[in-house]
């Protein structure tokens, strides 16, 4: 696969954000509909790690693959960890500077997966539409709220969301390199990054407050709805 066909496939999530994030500052959704956008890309998620990733791990039966399956959940886990929640100064430039580094590391994943094949990044990549959407919306209220105006929320998150593609790009490449050789720990990386994103990021913020029929229809759906793309492609 060229890294052309992976750099413009990996435009789309941070093209899909933008959008959506210039409609938020347009008209600010329901908390209602942001939580529905989230159960749906919880779902999403949620499938392309079991049908995509996790099997190709687990079936190997090695020990590298779950040590990569771990490391990838605790380098979420070290991402969350560094996005402050304070709304002085430097919190703004410590809770840009994690999101940097949120929106490089999905694009990575992106790029990882790629080499498994053009399904397998597809699908990936629909995925990640949902996580650069939600992360971008949180970025852009997060930034408007303390102050930040229009224009440089924008520069913000376009040089955040920039940071997508290119590591996809990277890992594209890191990987092609790596072609032909046991990718089990790259795919494990992923798969725990994936389902991090899948249940913390996502799960856990679409039910606060409660479960309702259209979180639930919006989560099963999502999962549904990649099932079916997994069998159509």
């Known amino acids: 696969m060229s890294v052309f066909t992976v750099f413009w496939i990996s435009l789309v999530p941070g093209l899909i954000a933008g959008i959506a994030s210039a409609l938020y500052v347009r008209r600010k959704p329901s908390a209602a509909t942001i939580r529905v956008v989230q159960a749906i890309g919880s779902g999403v998620l949620l499938a392309v790690v079991c049908t ?40 703004q430039i410590a809770f840009i500077v994690a999101f940097m580094i949120e929106f490089f590391i999905n694009g990575a994943l992106i790029g990882i997966t790629s080499v498994i094949g053009f399904k397998t990044l597809l699908l990936v990549a629909i995925s990640m539409c949902f996580c650069a959407t939600t992360c971008s919306l949180s970025i852009v209220s997060r930034l408007t709220e303390v102050g930040f105006s229009k224009l440089r929320t924008a520069a913000w998150l376009t040089l955040i969301v920039v940071l997508l593609p290119i590591g ?41 407050g409660g479960a309702n029929y259209a979180k639930t229809i919006a989560l099963f759906g999502g999962f549904w709805t990649i099932l079916f793309f997994a069998v159509l492609l």
């Open 168 to 208: 996809a790009v990277g890992a594209h490449l890191a990987a092609d390199a790596l072609r032909g050789k046991d990718l089990t720990v790259a795919v494990g990386v992923g798969a725990g990054a994936l389902l991090y994103l899948a249940l913390i990021e996502l799960f856990l913020e679409a039910y606060e």
């Open 52 to 91: 995509q990733l996790a099997p190709r791990f687990v079936r190997t039966g090695a020990w590298g693959g779950w040590i990569a399956f771990a490391a990838g959940v605790a380098l979420m886990l070290g991402v969350r960890a560094a996005t402050p929640s304070g709304s002085k100064g430097k919190s």
